[in-house]
């Protein structure tokens, strides 16, 4: 149920559905082997960790039950630019055994100059945006900040970001820390 009440406008997001997902069902999380999620389907495997342990989280530092909707919204969402543009994967499979063998690369970045250069979280954001999928300024950030503050653009935000972004950040941290 509140899978269903976290899209209350369903339209947005059965639009992205049905334009990107078959992608979204193969797309890893990570290059390499030992990223979490280095294997078809990685992305969503990791995103639904990622809600999960963000909604323990949310628990365990006894948030508002009303902020649940946001944090599984953002955890399941966060990286959705990880599948690429409208055309293109971000990431294909590794054709040199060289690179798979030596360096542990499963996928490498798509190689045509038509895929725009841009951050996971940018690209998720202009996707969302792309099919009308609303954001409050909270998830908005909460999905820009969750690569963490090591990002140049991200530094900004440090100590005035919103409860959600901590949440989403140390629930992503947590889950790409453990083999489980």
Known sequence: ???????????????????????????????????????????????????????????????S????????????LHDVGKVG?????????QDSDWHREKQGAHYKFFEANDLQRM?????????????GVKLTKDEWLAIQLAGGFHFEENRWYVNSEPDLSTIIQQAKYYVSKRRT
Request: charged share 25%; glycine share 6%.
């Open 1 to 63: 149920m509140l899978l269903k009440n976290t899209f209350e406008n369903e339209k947005p997001i059965h639009a992205m559905l049905d334009t990107l997902g078959e992608r979204m069902i193969v797309t890893p999380s990570g290059r390499f082997i030992k990223d979490q999620g280095c294997e078809p389907g990685g992305m969503i495997k990791m995103s639904l960790r990622v809600a999960q342990q963000a909604v323990k989280l949310m628990e365990a530092y006894g948030m």
């Open 65 to 76: 039950s009303k902020m649940k909707k946001s944090v599984v919204k953002v955890a399941l």
């Open 85 to 93: 543009d409208l055309e293109h994967d971000w990431l294909t499979n």
């Open 119 to 131: 951050s996971i979280s940018h690209r998720t954001l202009y996707l969302l945006q792309h099919f």
